[in-house]
């Protein structure tokens, strides 16, 4: 046995491979660390500069310039020069660059970069690149910077072409221009006074534009010049907000009517006739009115106000209408007579006014207004008994009036009207106090008035406030009389609170009113009001321009007051409502759930009921308007045995405008009568208005009324008006001369003979020799038309329209008129050094100082101007329909057209150049 000396005998060969193992492993550890060292000291060698940007916005705007900061630090151990680059999105563009900016080791310091941003630039997450560099360009750090671009809605709206004038009766065409210069497509709504042409709705894609024509029509029975304006208004339906653009053309007539040399008082005549017949029985009438109203001096410092209605026929069943004489006076604004059949009420709480023959004064005295009356009942009423007063009205601030009135007549016992029955009898005055308040928050109205009468002495007093808070608006009423109260109102009470507030697109609101008044009234003509008592509580929420619904919780009694009592209910419920308010179409639906108790009936158990109504009008056409409504009501209200009815009501209506003399219009309605004072019934209405001139005016209307449950009660009521206008003259203010024309050409070949003039509504045809001459016009500026449809053949005035002339009185002045035959220009549109094809189709416009004209090119950019008056002028391109890439090398370009050949022109564009616009501001970043 041998004992070989081995420095490794101590290990066994397991132990000694985990001996090798675990060196392994500590030897792999170590480099990986010390791999990891080297890395981030190579990476530290490497960032030797770093740059930060500096408030950031949140969403960059498309279309406009942004200025971003940027803090760069030297993390070097040496001072360096640093450039720096920025590397934006495509056809972004660098407005500023930085200078060179020299650090210090460890040293801060801040770099401005001004840029913009394309308007079709889609919206969304957008890189950038910022690189820093040292002089020698050994060094250089890159830093990602990321914009977000934001959603840009930026729609405009503005006139292209519109004619400079036109004649009455022609059609007046505009071309409006839409762009896109947002970076998203927009939906948009177009709306117009006039008529336009296309579909309403359309889509525009972003940086793009469309091109949308509207037209009107003219009056050719216009008189007068006119300028007509026309408009276009575009709403965007992302953000719903809408632009308009206009544009106006002068109107020139035909003719001019003639000035009247007079002052004139406006005046009307009126004829009327009325027939009603059913199955059994039929009546008629016929009576005569004059009115007149207007002013008395060109001054308008005398206003009168006058009207006389005969013959009485008050007696004539169906039809008591009474004669009416009456009379108002106004001296500037001092004075006020009123003479004749007049109502007067001075105020609320006093005696209520008797409609009769009678006179009243309004006399302004620095701050103060005093007044006077004094009435005599001429008609068969309850009384015939006279009432007089007076009163006096204090201007004490901007704000505060003050007054004090005093009424005083006899009544007479009104035994068909027990709630008044008190007081009914003998002479009584009252007296009333009145404050009135108002300002731009705060408004407050009071009486307070004291009866007297042989027997007794009462009070009553009548108060309304309201005020606004902010958003919070408060109103509030209250009146109250005395059991011996002589007045209007007595042994009444009744009073009101209400409380709104309005916040953004809500409105919240709750109120309560009660009212059980006895009102000294003739029963026999008017109803008693009932007694009601209501609490409600509502919210409201616009959603929007168009959408709009409102909630209101209600709890009402009513009851009727008269001896014939035909209600007495309570009900609680809920009321709804959905209003919808478009262009051209109104949508109102309403409806009702409530639990209502009527008290007629022995069985005052509450029910269920409940109603919806719905109401939908339509403008189908600039004239034609349609009109249709549906209700339905199921309730226990009208049954005095208390069991639940269902009642339905329909009906439909359309109103026609032909024309500014003539519209027309019919509508039919269905209805019930669940009581005899409910007075609806079916109905069929037709109506009709016609103007012929300017004097005669006829009004006509048929009603066929068809009574439900009734075979016999089927009534026609027919009406006719006739009225004619006119002028009583007054004084002679136009003092008038004349103009003696020539019509004259350097070409003989025109013939001047029977070319129509026409002014101040006189017309004439020259002469051979072109003479014409116009009498009985006003003195000062007059115009002067020429018919274009007498004019030879390719022929025109070599003048404005209308031609301007100053008349002097009792002098004929002089005024030529020269013709030349009308020129033509023919043209193309060419692109110079294009590379590629065009559509050149857009509008161009050929003006000077007295003419202008507009035509619109084809796509391959011929255009043709016709019927011009020779001249010097200048050609300019408004725009091209499609290419936003091309512009004119001139914008504008004279065009001499004296020759007597077709004159040609060549109009050059050119891409356009991008240019970059320098715009200084203060910028400051940090403290």
């Known amino acids: 046995m041998f004992n070989t000396h081995n420095p490794f005998n101590m290990y066994s060969s397991n132990d000694l491979k985990n001996t090798l193992g675990e060196a392994s492993e500590r030897v792999t550890r170590v480099l990986f660390i010390m791999a990891l060292l080297i890395s981030s000291l190579q990476g530290m060698a490497q960032s030797k500069f770093q740059a930060k940007a500096m408030h950031k916005t949140e969403a960059y705007k498309a279309g406009t310039r942004h200025t971003l900061a940027f803090e760069i630090t030297n993390l070097t151990s040496a001072t360096s020069s640093l450039s720096s680059k920025l590397e934006l999105p495509a056809n972004w563009n660098v407005i500023t660059q930085p200078s060179v900016v020299q650090l210090k080791s460890q040293e801060k310091s801040f770099i401005l970069y001004s840029f913009s941003i394309p308007t079709n630039e889609v919206p969304g997450l957008k890189k950038a690149y910022l690189e820093l560099f040292n002089e020698d360009l050994s060094d250089s750090e890159r830093t990602e910077i990321d914009f977000k671009v934001g959603v840009n809605h930026d729609i405009q709206v503005t006139s292209l072409t519109t004619p400079q004038y036109t004649q009455a009766g022609e059609l007046i065409e505009v071309s409006f221009e839409i762009k896109n210069k947002g970076n998203v497509n927009e939906k948009i709504e177009l709306s117009s006074r006039n008529n336009i042409e296309g579909d309403l709705i359309r889509e525009i894609p972003a940086n793009s534009s469309i091109v949308i024509k509207v037209n009107q029509k003219t009056n050719a029975k216009t008189y007068a010049v006119q300028s007509l304006l026309s408009d276009l208004k575009v709403l965007n339906k992302a953000t719903e907000v809408s632009k308009t653009a206009y544009a106006t053309t002068k109107v020139f007539p035909t003719k001019i009517a003639k000035q009247d040399a007079y002052l004139r008082y406006p005046m009307e005549a009126s004829l009327y006739y009325n027939n009603y017949s059913n199955k059994n029985v039929g009546f008629s009438s016929a009576y005569v009115e004059l009115r007149g109203n207007g002013f008395l001096d060109q001054k308008q410092n005398h206003y009168l106000n006058f009207i006389v209605r005969g013959p009485n026929q008050n007696h004539l069943s169906r039809f008591g209408i009474n004669d009416q004489y009456s009379l108002i006076y106004r001296n500037r604004k001092n004075t006020t007579v009123f003479i004749g059949d007049h109502v007067f009420n001075i105020n609320q709480l006093g005696l209520l006014g008797r409609f009769g023959f009678g006179a009243r004064i309004d006399q302004k005295v620095n701050n103060w207004v005093l007044s006077a009356f004094y009435t005599k009942p001429r008609l068969v009423f309850n009384t015939k008994e006279p009432i007089f007063g007076g009163k006096a009205v204090y201007n004490a601030s901007e704000f505060l009036k003050l007054g004090l009135s005093f009424s005083s007549s006899k009544e007479v016992p009104q035994y068909y009207n027990q709630q008044v029955a008190n007081t009914a009898e003998g002479n009584g005055t009252i007296a009333v106090f009145e404050a009135d308040y108002q300002d731009s928050k705060t408004q407050v109205r009071m009486e307070l008035a ?295 050409s350097n070409d003989p070949s025109i013939n001047l003979k029977g070319i129509q003039v026409v002014a101040a509504g006189n017309s004439v045809r020259s002469s051979s020799k072109g003479e014409f001459e116009l009498n009985n016009l006003p003195v000062g500026l007059n115009y002067l038309l020429i018919d274009e449809s007498t004019l030879p053949l390719g022929v025109v005035a070599l003048a404005q329209k209308p031609i301007e002339v100053n008349v002097a009185e009792k002098i004929t002045t002089a005024i030529n008129i020269t013709l030349v035959k009308a020129k033509q220009l023919k043209g193309k549109l060419v692109v110079t050094n294009a590379n590629q094809e065009y559509q050149l189709d857009g509008y161009l416009k050929l003006e000077n100082n007295n003419f202008t004209y507009y035509i619109e090119s084809d796509k391959a950019g011929n255009f043709k101007f016709s019927k011009i008056v020779p001249g010097t002028y200048k050609l300019s391109l408004v725009r091209l329909t499609s290419e936003g890439t091309l512009e004119a090398v001139s914008k504008e370009l004279t065009i001499q057209t004296t020759n007597d050949e077709l004159t040609n022109v060549e109009f050059a564009l050119k891409a356009k150049e991008r240019n970059i616009k320098f715009k200084s501001n203060n910028f400051k970043i940090g403290n």
Do not use: C
């Open 450 to 744: 004291t009866s007297m009468n042989s027997e007794t002495m009462d009070y009553a007093t009548d108060v309304a406030i309201s005020h606004k808070m902010g958003n919070l608006f408060y109103n509030g009423s209250t009146t109250m009389a005395g059991e011996n109260y002589f007045g209007t109102l007595n042994n009444s009470l009744r009073y009101a609170n209400s409380l709104s507030y309005n916040l953004s697109k809500w409105s919240l609101g709750v109120g309560q009113g009660y009212s059980k008044v006895h009102e000294r009234v003739d029963t026999t003509l008017y109803g008693v009001r009932p007694t009601f008592e209501n609490y409600y509580a509502s919210a409201g929420y616009r959603i929007n321009s168009k959408h709009f619904v409102n909630l209101r919780a209600v709890q009402r009694m009513r009851k009727d007051e008269s001896e014939r009592q035909s209600f007495d209910y309570r009900e609680k419920g809920i009321d709804y409502r959905y209003k919808y308010t478009g262009n051209y179409l109104t949508v109102n639906f309403n409806g009702r759930i409530a639990k209502t108790q009527n008290l007629i009936s022995d069985n005052m158990q509450a029910r269920d009921t409940y109603g919806e109504f719905l109401n939908v009008n339509y403008k189908a056409t600039s004239k034609l308007s349609l009109r249709t409504n549906v209700s339905h009501n199921r309730t226990n209200r009208y049954n005095i045995n208390n069991s639940v009815s269902d009642y339905y009501l329909f009906g439909g209506a359309f109103n026609y405008r032909a024309s500014r003399d003539l519209r027309f219009g019919a509508s039919y309605n269905s209805g019930f009568s669940p009581e005899e004072s409910y007075r609806k019934r079916d109905f069929i209405n037709a109506n009709v208005l016609a103007s012929i001139g300017k004097h005669h005016q006829i009004e006509a209307r048929v009603n066929y009324y068809m009574n439900p449950n009734s075979e016999t009660q089927k009534e026609l009521f027919a009406f006719v008006k006739y009225t004619f206008r006119f002028g009583a003259p007054l004084k002679k203010t136009l003092k008038q001369g004349g103009v003696k024309g020539f019509i004259k």
